[in-house]
């Protein structure tokens, strides 16, 4: 693309990547503080019930417990991501509504009493029916989980662009079928954790928390506890991974604040692996029925869907999440009509929240699946036929989205390329076989509440640079990256930035880690915090040089006049000029960003821009099944992606692979098995996530293309890939051995049983 | 002074008072960390030695030890406060110089194993000749401590304002006499502490310390283990006091670095109280000389002085000490022509260094001392005396000093009246008298290097502020005040503010916590950044109210058009206005606060204005003498200080009660015994420190004047009320037994023994 940078667009290694291989790296569970107590939930042993009676005496009584608290003794405020939508309360109050809610807490002396007194609790419960399947909770007749909910549907959404029964009458053909995605767990590799401090003088909560919105979970925290927000100060420690499930609060937040502020003393939870299963969040499961329009030619005249997710026993981000699931059916390719009829249902089941993809993979499944059906119903090839249909940059949109920068359809092509389409596809011997699937993800939100991102940039009078953002890194290198920015725009090596993220009292406001948005939202506010810096900078360096300000560059720590090297100075020259002519250091820049919109919208009115910018991708597999077995081994999975630049290339193929890793799971491995409302398998060793053993040969493909919007032209490149994999992986199953799953993961007895089928 | 305000010039507790009260403020030994390892520092038990051989192989291999360090393995650095001044090593090298000079440090897993090791350290010493006494070390063929060091005169200043010899001829009398002023011991409450950790992929130091000044710290620190400033980052946990002795770097911190540097690990040093008594600083001893010329009517013609500073075994603030030692003789009084000659001297005994007052109290014991000899000779009233030769403001000065503000001839009037000078002076029953003295300090060095004092200050969405600053809060009440003052400002009360206070990685340079200059500086740097943010706010709510924003006025969390309470908006309608325009949040704004100067200068080079500003005061004290036993007793102490706008009047009490109880201690009780290098009374148990049964009533009477150039009108309050209650209350035992004590301390043996003499 021409300009060539220092430091962006190079491969570095994540800034705390050392310190978290070398264990110092702090993360929640990591801080120690004098007289700590220590924290333990118990949990709903029934999937719906009414709490008749809480007797916690004999807990209290148990030697080093300091406390212990029941729904009944704390505000009766509930809470949760979206507004109008909140339907939580930190610990259950007169129900329980799944096996693992939050029924009561105690704190002790150590982690061990904390345990043991929680069996001393007795709960009396009268049992309810209940109800674990969607489809059945909407029914007539079907216990009601929340009082005031018909037919347990939480949230729905009904959507019309253009005209669609009009369009489906001039089809040649109208296609409908139906399609199931699983429940996964997002299992991070840090379990949940929150360790709370109180101030009794400023009546202050200072909470750290293993979260991915701390000024979310501040303002939740403030809410529920019924203080101002200003008396809550959310810190993020380092955070294990997050990938959603660390978006919304938890009792273990609630209930440490609950008692620091009770007993004077720091108050740490942590959640085990188990808690992180059955009482966090997971993917929706989801029902999705798709009818399409074509011509013969493939061009897609309209889609109806009709989806129905399974919310567990919450909301969390329900409308979000259909929101997105309805949004991101008009991209990467050209819907002209559209209807989306979504249904949120509440079933006794764990609660569904953001994960990774957030409601699209799922739909993604839907329609990726159902264009390969297509494609063979109608005799075009599948590449052709997403070809056809492609979104273009620039071309008008139905829900008036603006792609500036659109690398997808050289993402097919380039994607079928490398994984053989034209030589393997049809042509491979029985149980092998080749597919592909499209995606596009937004980075980020337009326009949240009026939310900018914030960001400090000073530079000291040691060269050394401090950003302060409230971007919160959950592992992925949101740090590194908004690092690597600053860094480019002060000429500076990425090892003279030092970077503060995700502290409410003390880093400027962000809206948090979600919806792919960090790196175009607090990457553009660090941007212009820093060229702020360098414009001060370059002001008193231009007087020097008797130079123009506009003139000069900041390169490899010197100053100079653009093309003469020579003429210009080091940046410590500079600073040390500039300090001792008495002007104040350190030289401070700040800036908050919004993304660009034309008024000011909210998620669901949103008819206007819905992302900044957004990032396309073609996941192209190659699987070989055993036809004895049904053992499936995915061989080699290509990725071509266009996430605008990288700023760092390392990372992104991080991003890749993880998302790689995920929709492979997704697609063969992972799922939540819950029976009567118990979750059958809450363990790494039951669960069964793909492992190295498992891991194809990966292959990515950059696109870059130069977004006008994103710093330095970035866009997304954490989720988008995790949207296609699934049905890249199954369209290959077709290939390899004929057959269309419908529903999500294929296991090796799922293919036993289809070739059976096929054979008898 | 007609203005009011709603937070400046309250009553409020610190702000994290309740927190320390409680336990739960993290002072530095209280931060945990996994792995952390333990280190211990060997110290010399000879005065003066060169090491021969160091074999630290059986430490080594303990089990349990994981590293230890001397002398040779660390790079050949001195270090030390002030420029061209630097003449000490983290560990000794070649020779030791003083009994507790740093040798070897061991780390190991806990600190028990760590002390272990420490005795399996075997040094081969060769003893040399010793000196512990100034006077003694500056002869010919004393032996000599440093090398290129002769006479053991490490500094000496001379400077002569106006023309001595020839006042001195015009004066009726010229009396010379000879005082002495022991070594005294800080000891704050907190012994020193040190937790480094380090990161191996940025080479960065993260060192958390009880350091008085963080970014002094990490020059030391940087320069010493030769890596760059940017490497280091210092953070200041909560300090249990410092009064000077947590200025200078210490072993533990090196050592810690070094160590967690080498073993990738956390690793935590804490003195215990005898290494604090042994091994950290304490007040010079000091013999001064004093000859004043003065006419009949007791105005001072001209002074001439000759101090000799008994440094100990290195240099640490020597120049800076006999800086101020001679510039604080030309005020409060008017001294016309002076000479000052000081030598700082090298002794083999514990190091001299900045201690409250730094330098000024031993010069201030002569002076003040002297002017009641001098009253008793020439028959003038010691008052009358001291009233016709104070400084007023406005008045031109031999030094060039600008002296906005003065209330010192009201402080000496009003501490006269209320210890009841007329009806008692000369005149209570013998054993019981009267006596009083003064002082001036300035508030900070105007021109420190070029380092102004910055801050940042952040309004929040929820309302909520927060203050980066750069000041280093060591117990005194720094973090409050600062955080008071931004609260005025803003018109909200205290409890909004949430101040982060010196993290070299985080927050404005400033020069830390010194010479007084906090409230002053940083306080200024604050209330200019905060006037940032109001600005914003302003101009926003001005447009709405339709009015100018100089008409408006924010307090109690409204603003509002002056005079028109009714025409204005909350604070909070105010932010959710400003945020929902898309105006950026945080409100941010950002400051860096100069003193005034005419030019840029050193402290050294100083002719021109010294401070921003300069407090007054008079001590008064009463005192009763038990003839048959000997034994002191202070009655009453009377402080009349003029610190210009007292922004929390507490806080102010709080420093002047301890300032009074830091004077009496120097007067009567303190005194660090060493006997041929050993001192003899390192402990709490032996060196007796006045305590709550010791305690004088005390009066305070405020003389506020509304200093121009101090933030909201304050000057310094920390250090000026320490210089004079010793020669107050000695001055009282002149009046109580007619006996002139020129030595420090008065103990009850001096006593008897003057009374013995007095009697022989």
């Known amino acids: 693309m021409g300009t060539t940078f220092s430091v962006v667009g190079q491969r570095l290694p994540m800034h705390d990547g050392a310190a978290k291989a070398k264990g110092t790296a702090q993360f929640t569970d990591d801080i120690l503080l004098p007289g700590m107590l220590h924290g ?7 999937p719906h019930a009414r709490i008749l009676r ?52 105690v ?13 001393l609790i007795r709960v009396d419960y009268e049992e309810l029916p209940a109800v674990f399947d969607p489809l059945e909770a909407i029914k007539e007749g079907a216990p009601l989980i929340h009082d005031g909910v018909p037919h347990n549907t939480s949230f729905s959404i009904h959507k019309e662009f253009g005209n669609v029964a ?3 009458q001039e089809s040649d053909f109208v296609f409908e079928d139906r399609f199931y995605s699983q429940a996964v767990n997002h299992a991070p590799l840090e379990p949940h954790a929150a360790v709370a401090q109180y101030d009794p003088l400023k009546g202050e909560i200072i909470l750290h928390s293993s979260t991915q919105i701390p000024f979310f979970l501040r303002r939740n925290l403030a809410s529920t506890l019924m203080i101002p927000e200003a008396q809550v100060r959310v810190i993020k420690p380092k955070v294990g991974g997050g990938f959603g499930q660390k978006i919304d609060m938890f009792a273990k937040d609630f209930c440490a604040a609950w008692f620091a502020r009770q007993t004077g003393k720091p108050v740490k939870f942590v959640y085990d692996r188990e808690e992180v299963f059955i009482a966090t969040r997971q993917r929706h499961p989801m029902y999705i029925t798709v009818k399409t329009g074509v011509q013969k030619d493939g061009t897609i005249m309209a889609q109806q869907f009709l989806a129905h997710a399974d919310g567990g026993a919450f909301n969390s981000t329900a409308p979000t999440m259909m929101a997105l699931s309805c949004y991101f059916l008009m991209i990467p390719y050209r819907v002209p009509n559209l209807i989306y009829e979504g249904h949120h249902v509440y079933t006794n089941k764990p609660v569904g929240g953001a994960m990774r993809g957030h409601g699209i993979p799922q739909a993604r499944f839907a329609v990726e699946r159902q264009l390969d059906l297509i494609a063979e119903r109608i005799g075009v090839d599948p590449v052709e036929l997403r070809l056809k249909n492609s979104i273009h940059a620039g071309e008008p949109h139905p829900a008036q989205f603006i792609i500036n920068s659109c690398g997808f359809s050289d993402s097919l092509k380039l994607a079928a390329d490398a994984i053989g389409w034209q030589e393997k596809r049809g042509k491979l011997p029985r149980g092998r076989g080749v597919g592909l699937a499209g995606a596009s993800f937004p980075s980020g939100v337009s326009n ?21 953002s409230g971007a919160a890194d959950i592992g992925q290198g949101a740090e590194t990256v908004i690092s690597q920015i600053v860094a480019e725009v002060l000429g500076v090596p990425l090892a003279d930035i030092r970077i503060t993220a995700a502290d409410t009292g003390l880093t400027p406001l962000d809206p948090g880690t979600f919806g792919s948005g960090v790196t175009v939202r607090a990457g553009n506010a660090a941007r212009l915090a820093a060229e702020e810096v360098r414009g001060k900078l370059f002001k008193f360096v231009a007087d020097k040089l008797e130079a123009n300000p506009d003139d000069l560059v900041a390169r490899d720590r010197m100053i100079f006049v653009k093309g003469s090297p020579d003429r210009g100075m080091t940046l410590r020259q500079a600073i040390k000029g500039y300090q001792y002519a008495d002007l104040p250091m350190p030289i401070v820049g700040r800036s908050a960003w919004f ?9 669901f009115q949103q008819e206007g821009n819905f992302a900044p910018n957004y990032s396309f991708m073609t996941q192209a597999a190659e699987v070989e099944v055993d036809l ?17 630049r990288a700023i760092n290339p390392m990372l992104v193929e991080g991003q890749l692979e993880g998302s790689v890793v995920g929709g492979m799971g997704q697609a063969l491995y992972e799922n939540v098995i819950v029976e009567n409302g118990q979750v059958m398998n809450p363990s790494f060793l039951d669960y069964g996530f793909p492992t190295f053993m498992e891991m194809p040969e990966i292959g990515a493909i950059d696109i870059e293309t130069d977004d006008p919007v994103g710093p330095f032209g970035a866009k997304e490149a954490g989720e988008g890939t995790q949207l296609s994999p699934a049905p890249a992986i199954v369209n290959a199953l077709y290939d390899a051995i004929g057959v269309d799953f419908m529903e999500l993961p294929v296991t090796p007895e799922h293919i036993l049983e289809a070739l059976q089928k096929a054979k008898g």
């Open 40 to 46: 333990k939930i118990l949990r709903s042993p029934l």
């Open 54 to 105: 809480i007797d916690t005496s004999r807990a209290e009584k148990l030697p080093g417990v300091k406390g212990v608290v029941t729904g009944k003794d704390i505000p009766d405020r509930v809470y949760g991501i979206v507004p109008k939508a909140h339907d939580e309360h930190a610990l259950a109050r007169d129900k329980v509504r799944y096996i693992g809610d939050d029924v009561a807490a």
């Open 107 to 119: 704190c002790a002396v150590d982690p061990e009493i904390a345990e043991e007194a929680l069996e």
């Open 166 to 168: 009009k369009a489906f």
């Open 448 to 468: 949240m509440s009026h939310i900018s991102s914030g960001s400090v940039v000073q530079m000291g009078q040691d060269g050394a640079v401090n950003v302060l």
């Open 595 to 603: 993304a660009p919109s034309t008024e000011p919208t909210t998620l």
């Open 628 to 644: 004895i077995t049904g053992k499936i081994k995915l061989l080699k999975m290509v990725t071509a992606h266009d996430c605008g």
